[in-house]
C-alpha cells in the first residue's frame, strides 16, 4: 500500500516553490532592460534562451533549498537567496556586455549564450554552496 502521509508536506513546499518561481520571474523581468516576454513572442530564440536558462539556474538552487529546508521559512529564505544571486549575475553579464538588452532584442545569439552560461554556472555553484 502507497502511503500519502507526505502529501500536506509535499503541497506545502510545491506551493512555496511555485510562489518563489512566480516572485522570481516577475523581479527578473522588471530587472532586465528588455521584455523577454514580447521577444518570446516574436520568435527571438536569444530571449527565450536567455530567460529559459535563467529560470532554470534559478530553480536549480530552489530545489536544493527545498531538499535540505527544515521549515518552510528555510526554504523561504533560501529562495529569495538563489533570486538575488541570479539578479546579481544578470547585472555582472551587463557590466560586462553593457549593450547585453539590445542584443538580445536583435536576436544576438552569442550574448544570449553567455547570459545563459553565467546563469546556469551561479545556479549551480549556488545550489552547491547550500549546505546549511
Known amino acids: 500500500m502507497?502511503?500519502?502521509s507526505?502529501?500536506?508536506g509535499f503541497l506545502a513546499y510545491f506551493a512555496v516553490?511555485?510562489?518563489l518561481v512566480a516572485l522570481y520571474l516577475v523581479v527578473y523581468?522588471?530587472?532586465t532592460a528588455h521584455r523577454e516576454i514580447a521577444l518570446v513572442r516574436e520568435n527571438n530564440t536569444a530571449?527565450?534562451?536567455a530567460l529559459g536558462a535563467s529560470l532554470f539556474a534559478y530553480t536549480l538552487p530552489l530545489s536544493v533549498a527545498i531538499f535540505n529546508a527544515q521549515t518552510i521559512l528555510d526554504c523561504i529564505i533560501w529562495g529569495l537567496v538563489a533570486l538575488v544571486v541570479q539578479i546579481?549575475?544578470?547585472w555582472l553579464?551587463?557590466?560586462a556586455l553593457p549593450d547585453l538588452s539590445g542584443r538580445i532584442e536583435r536576436g544576438e545569439m552569442a550574448a544570449a549564450t553567455l547570459l545563459a552560461a553565467a546563469s546556469l554556472a551561479g545556479g549551480v555553484v549556488d545550489a552547491?554552496?547550500?549546505t546549511y
Open 17 to 19: 516553490a511555485l510562489g
Open 88 to 90: 546579481l549575475i544578470y
Open 128 to 130: 552547491a554552496s547550500m
Open 93 to 95: 553579464v551587463r557590466l
Open 6 to 8: 507526505g502529501l500536506p
Open 47 to 49: 530571449a527565450a534562451l
Open 2 to 4: 502507497v502511503s500519502i
Open 29 to 31: 523581468l522588471t530587472a
